[in-house]
Each structure stands twice: as structure tokens, then as C-alpha cells.
């Protein structure tokens, strides 16, 4: 099983340049989510999902796009990137939103803005 | 909005026992988490609580208090590879539908 896919898994881009981050999951789940974590910090939520056609901003949103065309995929878009957004990002994802220990991450992706 | 605090670190010796606290403060709680996550890799789950009391998984218990907005980590018999950062993080159902809010973590250092 594949699990949560994450591509790519590293990445440098140049202030301003846009980019979308991939997410896919082959676990038939509804709930998907992404977050950033930067260094010695825990994960803080970007936008998430709880079905294809329904996303929602969480902690964290502005710079960020996402869309949920499909229960498997759920990219994040980087508008315009700024050096603030050098981090790690995690997708996540799980049955529903109301699942208590089945939530799957993926491997993460290192993002670095120049 | 919701407010999760834990310590920033701890040290502990090999085959001692540490507990990790964490505090939190949320409109909508549903459930407790806590995650271990090693430098570079993903955060992986070790438990999950969602009433009072106990939770017991091998080496690995945690507690919750709804009442009191805290929860703590206990680990036993520790070993160097619990060398990691361990993560809190609230259910919160606030707004609709449940989000998955995480504290900062607390890097642990197991020393021999």
C-alpha cells in the first residue's frame, strides 16, 4: 500500500515563483489536511478537507490554496512564495474527520524560498 | 481559538521514567492525541484519549482531564531511541468540523 504520497520531497523555489505541493492517498479516505513545520516547532494547520468539493482555512491559511477535485488528491498551492514559508510540509489524512488513531502522514516535503 | 502548551524540553535518564505534561484550551474539544516524531521524519501515533482517565499501551500511558484542559505522557523504561520530540495535539470541533490543532513539542533527551 501506498499510503499518503507526498511529492516533491525537496524543493528550493525564488521569492515570488509559485508551486504546488501533490497529496495523494490511495486509502479511499475523506479527511485530508496539510501543515507546515518550521524548525523546533510542532505542525500548524493550513487548510484541510473533509470531502471532495469541501475544503476549509485552519490556523495558518493566507499564501495558501487548496482544491478537492478528488477523494485521492489534495495539492497545496503556493500563490506568489516568500521566505516565510521555507518550512516542512506534512499531508495527513484519515477515515473522517472523527477518527481517533487512524491518521496517516505522509513522508513530508522540505520546502526552502531563496 | 484554542491555546496548547507543553515544555519546550526535558532530559531523563536511560531506564527512568518521564512524564510529559501538556495543557490546553479549546471551545470544542474531542479528543486528545500525543505523537512521537524523530528529527526528519514523520509524526507517528502513540495514543488517544477522548475521556477521563488512564490510557495504557506497553511502555507508553497518558492521561486526560477534560475538566482540568490537561493531559500528560508517561513514559517507562526509557530507552535512547525514545530520543524525540513528542507532540500534544487537541481535537477540536469548533467551527463545524474537527480540526487536528498540535502544541510545539517537547524534544526529550534520553541520556545513558
Known amino acids: 500500500n501506498a499510503g499518503v504520497t507526498q511529492t516533491p520531497k525537496f524543493q528550493v523555489l525564488k521569492t515570488g515563483q509559485s508551486m504546488t505541493l501533490q497529496c495523494a492517498q490511495d486509502m479511499n479516505h475523506e479527511y485530508m489536511s496539510w501543515y507546515r513545520q518550521d524548525p523546533g516547532m510542532g505542525l500548524r494547520l493550513i487548510h484541510y478537507?473533509?470531502?471532495?468539493?469541501?475544503?476549509d482555512q485552519g490556523e495558518v491559511p493566507n499564501g495558501y490554496n487548496v482544491s478537492r477535485s478528488t477523494t485521492e488528491d489534495f495539492p497545496l498551492r503556493l500563490l506568489s512564495a516568500a521566505p516565510s514559508q521555507t518550512s516542512v510540509y506534512f499531508c495527513a489524512s484519515s477515515p473522517t474527520d472523527s477518527t481517533g488513531n487512524t491518521i496517516y502522514f505522509g513522508e513530508g516535503s522540505w520546502l526552502t524560498v531563496v | 481559538g484554542q491555546n496548547i502548551d507543553q515544555p519546550t524540553e526535558m532530559t531523563a535518564t536511560e531506564g527512568a521514567i518521564v512524564q510529559i505534561n501538556c495543557t490546553y484550551q479549546?471551545?470544542?474539544?474531542?479528543?486528545l492525541f500525543w505523537y512521537q516524531q524523530h528529527a526528519g521524519e514523520a509524526p507517528t501515533f502513540l495514543s488517544y484519549n477522548v475521556l477521563d482517565g488512564l490510557e495504557e499501551k506497553g511502555r507508553f500511558s497518558s492521561f486526560l482531564s477534560r475538566s482540568k484542559g490537561y493531559s500528560y505522557l508517561l513514559l517507562k523504561e526509557l530507552q535512547m531511541k525514545d530520543s524525540a520530540s513528542y507532540l500534544c495535539a487537541v481535537r477540536d470541533r469548533s467551527g463545524g468540523y474537527n480540526k487536528l490543532i498540535f502544541g510545539a513539542g517537547t524534544r526529550l533527551a534520553v541520556h545513558p
Open positions: 479549546t471551545s470544542g474539544f474531542n479528543g
Open positions: 478537507s473533509v470531502g471532495a468539493g469541501i475544503t
